[in-house]
């Protein structure tokens, strides 16, 4: 992917880990580029290097809709949200779990950062993240922080939240999941040393999360996650809603409501950057499926 203007480089965390996520994981790699674009429009209101590409990386979005048109994820919010939730609690619980047993090394600390940052891409299902994930989200950034500070010092972290399990972040471990998943949360079991697996390579300039490193954790161990993670039940499916009724007769479910409603904002947003094609594609999309129920023309 193109590199952003220099504007936009608070995009970059957002914009590498969904590269690395793309083929591996790309329903999480689609919610990190969807909150660089959010972020990107607020960034690049008064400059027109940054608006075009954030118009460009609105454009691959729709591609990979379009490509991940079959997977419930796409067309279930809930389900979505807690496939990425889900995603940054299993390196959250792994950095975690190496932390607080000393074990130190390059591949925990970037896995915290992996972590702060998928959790501060579910901001992007609207409405507000639950306390814990706010709180999991800045004690995963300030330790991945304060472990790199340490690193290159030649200090020993300490293991845990600064000042012990009694202080502001000791109520995060060890962890034990946040309501998703089995009883006793994710990564529950006998400890390992090998690093996540799912999503990540190397080759991304900044952050390269977890590429190899020289440290005592066991790359040959099948993966953390392999070994120790449950298969998570789907939520529990929302009341049945009535399907709404379009001027023409046609009935539109809540799913095709919403589509409706998020191609209106496509085009507002296409109009904000002067994309007045784009504007117009998304409005008769828009039009087409309350007259027809159907998107494609």
Known sequence: ??????????????????????????????????????????????????KAYVVSLMDKLEQMK???R????????????????NAALKLFNYADNEDRNGRFHVNMKKAFFASAYIFESLNGFGGEVSDEVEEKRKY??????????????????????????NSEFGNLGPPGGMGIGPPGGLGTGPPRTGPPTTGFSGGAPYPNFL????????????????????????????????????????????????????????????????????????LTKALNMLKTGKEEL
């Open 1 to 50: 992917m193109e590199k952003p203007p220099p504007s936009l480089r608070k995009l970059l965390p957002f914009l590498n880990l969904g590269h690395q996520h793309r083929e591996k994981d790309p329903v999480v790699a689609y919610y990190l580029y969807f909150q660089a674009v959010n972020e990107g429009i607020a960034l690049s209101k008064q400059d027109k290097a940054a």
């Open 70 to 85: 079959g997977r419930e994820e796409m067309s279930d919010d809930v389900v979505a949200q807690v496939h990425v939730e």
């Open 211 to 282: 590429a190899p490193s020289n440290s005592s954790s066991n790359p040959s161990d099948g993966g953390y996650y392999q070994d120790h993670t449950q298969p998570v039940p789907k939520p529990r499916s929302m009341p049945p809603s009535e399907p709404s009724t379009s001027s023409s007769g046609i009935h539109l479910t809540p799913v095709q409501v919403e589509r409706i409603t998020k191609l209106c904002k496509y085009a507002i947003s296409s109009l904000d950057y002067d994309d007045k094609e784009g504007a117009i594609d998304n």
């Open 140 to 165: 995963a950034k300030w330790k991945a922080l304060d472990i790199d500070k340490c690193m290159k010092s030649g200090i020993t972290p300490s293991p845990g939240p600064p000042g012990g399990d």
């Open 66 to 68: 379009h490509s991940l």
